[in-house]
């Protein structure tokens, strides 16, 4: 039995209602890989969050399973890191989002962003699971101590709530539970390719991580595209959009000649997109190896996951303990 880390821990979550795209992986996977070298990380597929909201049961499983192999092929590292699956610790998830749910009012949850967006999204679906998502993903994070979650800037009004949970549950019953705070990764927002705004599985034209060359043309061809020439660069709209791709996939240099490009002789969309998909697959290609290769031993991975349980499963009984025992529950 592998013992508890004393290093700083840090625990992210998500969830398995999509396959991580580029976006996700540029934005935080990368930074997760980074993170594992220096902190305790617990990183967990919170498959609980996927049922709150319409789902397919007949293809929950493989989702899962997806997301587990997307983190593992691109460098996630089960000698230097956990890897759990929310649901195989359910008892002890649920259990701390009861207590934490029943010190919190209902109208602050009311009133977040996420809550109101889930709202006006599934409109026909609102049910008590949408109000538990704060709370079941403050209980994710205040089960295991974690002082810091890495995840985008809008989760932040979540780990506000965690905070103020923490801290109102220690004021009633004297525990110690940790006020976590954001980690902003390094990684770079990656736009749309058709919309406004960064790259989402809601809006379409989402790159995969085990998308080839090809799939990966047929996205950038969808991308929208303007006149590819102007007096000046655009900050915003598709050339905008495509040249940050360029940026991110090929590099400062390549991005710079493109802005200049576009000033001068125009810029040739079909080339770009040609040359970008190249990039793009290049990045891809050892993490659809290496994901390959535990898609090939799922005994590796099942013991990946066992042993990600026993760890945090220790830890999340040693909270459960205190916090049963300060309520009076024992
Ligand atoms: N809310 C996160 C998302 O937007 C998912 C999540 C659930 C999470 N529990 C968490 C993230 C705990 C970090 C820590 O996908």
């Known amino acids: 039995m592998s013992s508890i880390e004393t290093k700083s821990r840090v625990f992210s979550g998500v969830r398995a209602n999509a396959r991580p795209h580029v976006g996700n992986y540029l934005g935080a996977i990368k930074g997760m890989v980074e993170l594992q070298d220096k902190f305790d990380c617990i990183f967990s597929v919170v498959d609980l969050h996927t049922v709150l909201v319409p789902y397919d049961p ?20 089960p000698k230097k890191c956990h890897i759990t699956i929310q649901s195989h610790l359910a008892a002890e998830h ?24 889930k709202k ?63 980690y902003a990764t390094t990684g770079g927002s990656v736009p749309s390719l058709v919309g406004e705004g960064k790259m989402s599985k809601s809006k379409g034209g989402t790159i995969i991580l085990t998308d080839s060359l090809e799939e990966i043309k047929a996205v950038l061809a969808k991308a929208v595209t303007d006149s590819g020439q102007g007096d000046k660069f655009p900050e915003t709209g598709p050339a905008a959009n495509l040249v940050t791709f360029v940026e991110l996939f090929e590099g400062h240099d390549k991005a710079q000649q493109y802005r200049s490009m576009y000033k001068e002789s125009g810029i040739r969309y079909g080339d ?7 990039a793009i697959y290049k990045e891809l290609q050892p993490i659809q190896e290496k994901r390959k290769y535990f898609e090939e031993h799922p005994e590796e991975v099942d013991k990946i996951l066992a042993d990600g349980k026993e760890y945090a499963q220790k830890i ?3 909270t459960l303990e205190e916090v049963r025992q300060k309520m009076g529950l024992v």
């Open 120 to 182: 006006a999204q599934y409109p026909d679906y609102i049910n008590v699971g949408l109000l538990y998502y704060p709370i079941l993903m403050a209980a994710d994070i205040l089960l295991y101590n974690a002082e810091l979650v890495p995840i985008g800037i809008d989760n932040e009004p979540h780990l506000e709530v965690a905070r103020e949970m923490a801290r109102k549950f220690n004021g009633m019953y004297g525990t110690k539970l940790v006020e976590p705070k954001r």
């Open 58 to 77: 007949k293809t929950l499983q493989q989702s899962i399973r997806d997301v587990v192999l997307d983190y593992l092929g691109a460098g996630l590292d």
């Open 316 to 318: 999340a009984r040693e």
């Open 94 to 117: 649920l259990e701390l989002a009861y207590y934490l749910g029943c010190v919190y009012p209902v109208s602050r949850i009311e009133d977040l962003p996420t809550y109101k967006e």
């Open 272 to 278: 770009l997109k040609a040359e970008l998909a190249e």
